[in-house]
């Protein structure tokens, strides 16, 4: 609970950094997310070219931290609907993963949505030179914290339905 309650998305970084070992890490924690079937059906792209998260910041709205990011892991899958129907749910549990070993190492992070947006995630997809048959799912910034945030604390007893909904 103690990382999940520090993970908390962080846009802003300083100039640090981050070791090839702890991206490593951070790949790890991805492919030990559950997968359906075990398919594990994703790919990543790790991306530290200060023009590439340049490129990449300018995809979007919501994504002009990666300008300043030292990093980020790009998740992408064939998300094809009849051979992996749950790649969706994979590539979440893949991120989530991501995100909390990122937290555990003192690295902020930020989950930038791409898939559905096929407006921004095919504008990610060229400048990635990704295969046609794939779809960019998500792009984690990464980045030492500039400034730390409060943890979160969320519980919300009106979401739970005991026995029934
Ligand atoms: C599917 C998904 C897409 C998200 N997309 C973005 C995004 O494009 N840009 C961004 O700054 N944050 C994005 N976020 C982060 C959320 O805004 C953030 O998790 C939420 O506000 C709660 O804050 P916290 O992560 O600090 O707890 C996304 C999160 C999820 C789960």
Redesign the pocket.
Known sequence: MKTIYK???I?QYTDKKISIGDLEKLLKAGMNAPSAHNQKPYDFIVVTDKATLKKLSET?P??S?LENAAAAIVVVSVADKETTPYWQADCGAVVENILLEATDLGIGS????EYPVLEKSEKVKRILEVPTNYQVF?TISLGYPLKE?QE?DNYYPEKVHIGRF
Request: charged content about 25%.
């Open positions: 993970r908390r998305s846009r979007g919501y994504c931290m930020c989950w930038i949505g998500a945030k979160n």
